[in-house]
């Protein structure tokens, strides 16, 4: 309650001339944001809405942080996550309109160094296929977050990586695989990844308060602090870096700048007439390249209920209400986004806000797409939807929990005292590993932010407890050999091995 009544206080700092010069097509939207924002518990919250190639609707909601009074508004800097992936997937469209590169290139005829663990799919995979998740490789986060892997080494592990499925075959989501492409944009470019957003896609469309990287926040102002909720209060957190992946979703920005972005996608120039990418490129983008499974789509797909889920160029698709929707969400520690577009109504709606996995973004976009949408019916209250339906989602997930609490053996004992397991492991994919004995018992490290304590859960399985809470728990299981040391330790089930150093013996 306590936290309603702060974010109702900030809201209502913000009402005002905004809400006066809001079409008639969304009366009564800005009312609804605002309570959605209370009703969630969302610290901050911004949307705009484009519609005909001009902004109807730009407005913040709420405080940049709980129990600090600065108020969010449309130029507030959020993590956009990964609808970042659509900026790099129209850098290599303009390399396209430039002749230096074809969609279906051989990935390695622009990056020769490029390896992975198939020489096949080495050979085969193309430029098209790093954007589009079907190179049939599994996630491969664990390079990248909390880890201090640079760009080219975590490129480089990917030669180590078991394919999941045959190239093209399934879909599968890859951030790294982004972060290849924008290796291709600078190696083709000349100049990185960042500077080539930056000078041939922001600074045209004149974003210029919009960052590229994390690093490049420091020292500016009204920024989004994130928001976890732990414990079951929304508590300040820090951000994650994706740097190290930054083409796959590093940049931050207000719904100001996104604005313009989603006005040059929709009208295909910038408001100078100029044009960025030809009319054939940019229908390219959002060409259906590949189906999604409905277990790999968005929980959102038990209410929309589509007749086809599609992955384009850097966007989702799907069909709503007899309507072709390209959409993106961005999801980071804290931070959430959402980019939505009907192309064919010139209509576009993008969602900031600083509250991990606040569905509220979803229910936002829909709405916008029923207000524009004609008398078809009445219209759903999509916000107190996706609430019921992620309170069933979460229920299941603590159903997951307790089953795989009730498999826990007691009684168990480890083989070893904790000095025996304490030491450092390598894997040539995943990296360093160090377990080391503290007054507290034994700890976990995988990088300079993911490291946590080791409780027993049973045999030589342990549960870790991350420092930074809402990273959750995950579980290591040590392997022993014949002379009962440990060799080995495999972390959350993901079928590699750390090997233990042999200039790391038992303590």
Do not use: C
Not at 142 to 164: A, H, K, S, V
Not at 364 to 384: K, Q
């Amino acid at each position: 309650m306590r936290i309603q009544m702060a974010l109702a206080g900030a809201i209502l700092l913000l009402l005002g001339d905004a809400a006066a010069e809001t079409p008639e097509t969304l009366a009564g939207f800005d009312a609804y944001v605002a309570k959605g924002v209370a009703d969630w518990e969302i610290p901050a919250l911004a949307v705009a809405v484009v519609k005909d190639g001009e902004v109807v609707f730009a407005k913040g909601y709420g405080v940049l942080e709980l129990s600090k009074s600065d108020p969010a508004d449309e130029n507030t800097l959020f993590a956009i996550g990964s609808t970042t992936k659509a900026m790099t997937a129209a850098a290599l469209g303009m390399l396209v309109d430039e002749g230096k590169l074809q969609w279906d290139d051989p990935v390695t005829k622009h990056l020769p160094w490029f390896q992975l663990h198939d020489p096949v799919v080495t050979r085969e995979v193309t430029v098209r296929d790093l954007l589009t998740h079907r190179a049939g490789l599994p996630n491969a986060d664990f390079l990248w977050y909390g880890r201090d892997n640079g760009p080219r080494d975590i490129l480089f592990r990917m030669r180590y990586l078991p394919q999941e499925t045959s190239l093209r075959s399934h879909f599968t989501y890859q951030n790294v695989m982004y972060a290849a492409a924008g290796a291709v944009v600078a190696e083709l470019s000349g100049v990185p990844w960042e500077d080539f957003v930056r000078t041939r896609i922001l600074e045209p469309l004149g974003m210029t308060g919009t960052p590229v990287t994390l690093s490049e926040l420091a020292g500016r102002g009204n920024v989004a602090s994130p928001h976890y909720r732990i414990d079951g209060e929304v508590r300040v957190i820090e951000n994650a870096s994706v740097d190290p992946v930054a083409p796959a979703g590093s940049v931050w920005s207000s719904v100001s700048d996104m604005a313009k972005w989603m006005r040059f996608l929709l009208e295909g120039t910038t408001p100078d007439g100029v044009r960025l990418l030809k009319e054939e490129t940019v229908e390219e983008l959002f060409r259906p390249q590949t189906l999604v499974d409905r277990d790999e789509f968005y929980p959102t797909e038990r209410l929309t209920h589509p007749k086809w889920t599609t992955y384009g160029l850097g966007w989702f698709q799907h069909d709503y209400r007899g309507r072709a929707i390209d959409f993106h969400t961005g999801s980071i520690d804290g931070m959430v986004a959402i980019h939505g577009l009907i192309r064919s109504e010139r209509l576009g709606v993008y969602v900031l806000a600083n509250l991990d996995h606040a569905e509220l973004r979803h229910a936002l976009m829909y709405t916008v797409f029923d207000l524009y949408g004609g008398d078809e019916g009445p219209r759903r209250d999509w916000s107190a939807a996706l609430h019921e339906l992620y309170r069933s989602l979460a229920k299941e997930a603590e159903d997951r929990r307790a089953e795989a609490e009730a498999k826990r053996v007691p009684g168990t004992r480890p083989s070893l005292p904790p000095e025996g397991y304490a030491g450092a492991y390598s894997d040539p994919l995943a990296g360093r590993a160090t377990v080391s004995k503290g007054e507290d018992g034994l700890r976990l490290s995988l990088g300079p932010t993911l490291a946590g304590s080791l409780e027993h859960w049973h045999y030589d399985v342990f549960r870790v407890w991350w420092d930074r809470k809402w990273q959750g728990t995950g579980f290591v299981s040590f392997s022993l050999g014949v002379a009962g040391e440990v060799e080995s330790l495999e972390i959350d089930g993901l079928g590699f091995r750390h090997t233990r150093d042999s200039s790391s013996p038992p303590q």
